[in-house]
């Protein structure tokens, strides 16, 4: 017996060199990989998400709510609108499953081609782009937001923000190829990390920059617009040495021939094939925020400003969960498609669904009747008026409806990207934009600003439910057993988690604390860990196993 030691030792050694794992261990280990990346990617977006929150408390507290922060706003959706459609959008939606795929068939060298030739095609496409949205400012504003026109000053300081602003979207969108690239790789901290800078740099110009621009007699307001514009050249800095690290910064290509090559090559073909209708599925949703925006420009001044915080506070469930969960999942389920691992495939869906059950629902609750509180919790300082506290939780109760679709959206989207299937989703967009527009002419003229956020939450509970159904119906998405039972015992914490929240809404003088920020502050950290405690807490004494989302 002796002589085997050597020879399980020796196994084992190789066994490590190899990095083989078990084939019952290979599952549980892909699950620990894409929660911690999960996790990562969370954590990031949290500290983006809080330093957001505090850039714009600090932006109400400074500059109220008016017309003129209505431009801002406004203007700053403009490159925004169009970074959605072009960046993150449906550039991001073909390129992450032809790179994942390129690089499982073709290897490091077909994958650093493939990037190279993209980026030359994008870099020269958003130069042409930001050259004629600075040309065409007013036009913008005037599609998007004509209803400003009735504040002259503000309609004006909207066009010429727009204008400084616009060339943000070029920043952006070379960002969102830096990190589809690094996504692809696994390195998920540095473009999950990159929007603090925004956030700081927009910061800074509130303190340092409005008080100046105050002092030479310029609209403080603008200095917003050289905020916007730091963050967007930070933001594609902290990405270069990423790039370098792992070797694939892009060579852009400047000649002429360089970049008939690109245009030519199949990648690249490939990728502007799939964004035609992945960009028509984008621009549907952003067609649905246009729309939006040019109604809530109707209704009384500060309406625009109302929905923008309560957007505000919706980004924190929405990019904690969806974002997160569908930046690590593109990629890994692109790659289980192209080696062909449908019991994978269908295994992250799964791991991914649950997981947003199991925490949108109860948000969702959280944003229905603890909606007040948070948002006096958040804003209610300096120029920030008691009437806007009820205007902005109307919006963010109307948004939290539907965030459980908003969230799942995330999850659900990617699963048809990863086949290389842009058509569905776009068709799926274009229904639930028909159903958005058709709730707000019956809850827009009953509950105005308000009624655009319901319609937009009911809309998003629409498009995932079409999602799914797609999903099952194809057998792409196989349920692992147990969601019934799961399902009654998230819904059961829930419903004791709302009561407990009803509770403390009313049981506290929320708004009169705003002489006392830091006592309402206080009180909001340990109703809102007092609220985790009791919904995890539920959840355990009904038999969920939380562990579960870590090693399944």
């Known amino acids: 017996m002796m002589p085997a030691k050597p020879t399980i030792i020796a196994r084992a050694l190789v066994l490590r060199r190899q990095r083989v794992v078990p084939a019952n261990g290979r599952a549980t280990l892909a699950a620990v990989s894409l929660f911690k990346a999960a996790s990562t990617v969370s954590l990031l977006t949290l500290a983006s998400r809080i330093t957001g929150l505090f850039r714009d408390t600090?932006?109400?507290?400074?500059?109220?709510?008016?017309?003129?922060?209505?431009?801002?706003?406004?203007?700053?959706?403009?490159?925004?609108?169009?970074?959605?459609?072009?960046?993150?959008?449906?550039?991001?939606?073909?390129?992450?499953?032809?790179?994942?795929?390129?690089r499982t068939v073709e290897g490091e060298a077909g994958a650093r081609r493939m990037v190279d030739h993209v980026a030359t095609v994008?870099?020269?496409?958003?130069?042409?782009?930001c050259l004629a949205g600075v040309v065409g400012a007013p036009l913008?504003?005037?599609?998007?937001?004509?209803?400003?026109?009735?504040?002259?000053?503000?309609?004006?300081?909207?066009?010429?923000?727009?204008?400084?602003?616009?060339?943000?979207?070029?920043?952006?969108?070379?960002?969102?190829?830096?990190?589809?690239?690094l996504n692809t790789w696994k390195k998920f901290a540095v473009p999950a990390a990159s929007p603090v800078l925004l956030n700081l740099a927009m910061i800074t110009s509130i303190v340092a920059a409005a008080p100046w621009f105050r002092r030479m007699g310029i609209e403080p307001i603008y200095s917003q617009a050289i905020g916007v514009m730091a963050g967007g050249v930070l933001q594609l800095a902290i990405q270069v040495p990423a790039l370098r690290r792992i070797g694939m910064w892009p060579r852009v290509g400047l000649a002429l021939a360089a970049i008939r090559a690109s245009w030519s090559d199949p990648a690249t073909r490939q990728v502007l094939r799939l964004m035609v209708p992945a960009l028509v599925g984008v621009s549907v949703a952003q067609v649905s925020l246009l729309i939006n925006t040019q109604i809530a420009s109707y209704l009384p001044a500060g309406s625009v400003s109302w929905l923008n915080n309560a957007d505000r506070l919706m980004e924190f469930p929405t990019a904690l969960l969806g974002v997160a969960l569908g930046v690590v999942l593109m990629p890994q389920l692109a790659a289980a498609r192209a080696a062909g691992d449908h019991e994978r495939y269908s295994g992250m869906l799964d791991w991914g669904l649950r997981l947003v059950v199991l925490l949108a629902i109860p948000s969702s609750v959280a944003l229905l009747v603890f909606a007040a509180p948070l948002v006096a919790t958040l804003f209610h300082y300096g120029a920030f008026k008691d009437s806007d506290i009820s205007q902005v939780a109307l919006a963010l109760a109307g948004y939290g409806s539907g965030l459980l679709g908003l969230v799942a959206i995330k999850v659900l989207a990617p699963g048809y990207y990863a086949n290389h299937d842009m058509k569905t989703p776009m068709r799926i967009a274009i229904a639930a934009l028909v159903i958005t527009q058709l709730l707000n002419i019956a809850l827009v003229p009953w509950l105005h600003h308000a009624g655009l956020a319901l319609s937009i939450g009911l809309g998003a509970l629409v498009n995932a439910g079409c999602l799914l159904v797609g999903l099952l119906r194809r057998g792409s998405y196989q349920p692992t057993p147990g969601w019934g039972v799961f399902a009654l015992q998230v819904f059961a914490a829930s419903a004791l988690l709302g009561i407990f929240l009803m509770w403390a809404a009313h049981s506290f003088p929320w708004v009169g604390w705003r002489s006392e920020p830091w006592k309402r502050i206080g009180m909001m950290a340990v109703m809102?860990?007092?609220?985790?405690?009791?919904?995890?807490?539920?959840?355990?004494?009904?038999?969920?196993?939380?562990?579960?989302?870590?090693?399944r």
């Open 122 to 129: 994008l870099l020269w496409t958003l130069v042409v782009l």
């Open 58 to 102: 600090l932006f109400v507290s400074v500059f109220g709510v008016s017309a003129l922060t209505d431009a801002f706003y406004v203007a700053f959706r403009i490159p925004n609108l169009f970074r959605r459609i072009f960046g993150e959008g449906a550039f991001s939606q073909a390129f992450v499953p032809v790179l994942a795929h390129c």
């Open 140 to 181: 913008l504003v005037w599609a998007l937001a004509s209803g400003l026109r009735k504040e002259p000053h503000a309609y004006a300081a909207a066009v010429l923000m727009t204008r400084w602003m616009f060339p943000y979207i070029g920043f952006m969108s070379l960002v969102a190829l830096a990190g589809g690239v």
């Open 528 to 551: 809102l860990a007092g609220a985790g405690v009791l919904y995890f807490g539920a959840l355990a004494a009904t038999g969920v196993k939380l562990r579960q989302f870590v090693t």
